[in-house]
């Protein structure tokens, strides 16, 4: 496998989207068809939720298996350069969704967090607990 320089690592992370992912845009265009509406990536909220049904007190997180820690102890390995960095900028993320998860559901919230290999593969699965969810907090 070539190796990268660092500016075009730079580069590469830099291009990372915070908001509007592709996981993100799927699973709110099926909630949408199944007529729910939402708001995106509300800042007002602890966290900042991708999608909130800020009535029913509903939020939803969209995680990228890299930057939120999917199989950690597994993956923290394979990190080649810069390992010191990256172990505890991605163990960081992890325990501030963790600290996110907690305060909002102190503030009486449901809590909805899906990977984005689950989005991927199982879109209607996901929209499906989430309307359950919406529904239920009727």
């Not at 969209?62 to 999917?70: N, P, R």
């Not at 390992?83 to 992890?94: A, G, P, S």
């Amino acid at each position: 496998m070539e190796r990268r320089t660092p500016e075009q690592i730079k580069k590469n992370m830099k291009a990372v989207k915070n908001k509007g992912s592709k996981i993100e845009v799927m699973l709110m265009k099926e909630l949408w068809s199944r007529g729910l509406r939402y708001r995106k990536n509300v800042t007002s909220i602890c966290g900042k939720p991708d999608i909130v049904f800020k009535g029913k007190k509903v939020a939803v997180f969209c995680d990228s298996e890299f930057w939120h820690g999917y199989n950690w102890e597994e993956r923290k390995h394979d990190f080649k350069s810069n390992q010191e960095f990256w172990i505890q900028k991605i163990e960081r993320n992890i325990e501030r969704d963790k600290e996110v998860n907690a305060e909002l559901r102190a503030e009486g919230w449901i809590v909805l967090r899906f990977w984005g290999n689950d989005i991927k593969k199982h879109l209607a699965e996901c929209a499906d607990k989430i309307e359950q969810a919406v529904k239920g907090n009727e």
